[in-house]
């Protein structure tokens, strides 16, 4: 069975830092792109970052560049996000999730496995 499980959630105030990992268990994804994504109530789940393969390649959604670190672990099939300077607006379930392509993408509909999700709370 294929599972990616999210962990390194909680809350945190404005200004600070959390690190999300994502465990991959059932098969390798060190030939798959890896993302993040969140969605945060009444709102639409949002691309966050992406990550190709080898890791040389990187995506941010523009709010988070320079804030936000996505890499990757292959020997652990892991991904994380480090993310510092939170803000309120940063308030979210943030999602794991693996693409079987090559080509690293930001749709959502566009990646094939998905962990259960991981709060993240930002007061002000």
């Known amino acids: 069975q294929v599972q990616l499980v999210e962990s390194g959630g909680g809350s945190v105030q404005a200004g600070g830092s959390l690190r999300l990992s994502c465990a991959a268990s059932?098969?390798?994804?060190?030939?798959?792109?890896m993302g993040w994504f969140r969605q945060a109530p009444g709102k639409e789940r949002e691309f966050v970052a992406a990550?190709?393969?080898?890791?040389?390649?990187?995506y941010y959604q523009d709010s988070v560049k320079g804030r936000f670190t996505i890499s990757r672990d292959n020997a652990k099939n892991a991904v994380y996000l480090q993310m510092s300077s939170l803000k309120p607006e940063d308030t979210a379930v943030y999602y794991c999730?693996?693409?079987?392509?090559?080509?690293?993408?930001?749709?959502?509909?566009?990646?094939?496995?998905w962990g259960q999700g991981t709060q993240v709370t930002v007061s002000s």
């Open positions: 990550i190709d393969w080898r890791g040389g390649t990187t």
């Open positions: 999730a693996a693409d079987d392509s090559i080509v690293v993408e930001i749709s959502a509909p566009q990646y094939d496995y």
């Open positions: 059932g098969r390798s994804f060190s030939r798959s792109a």
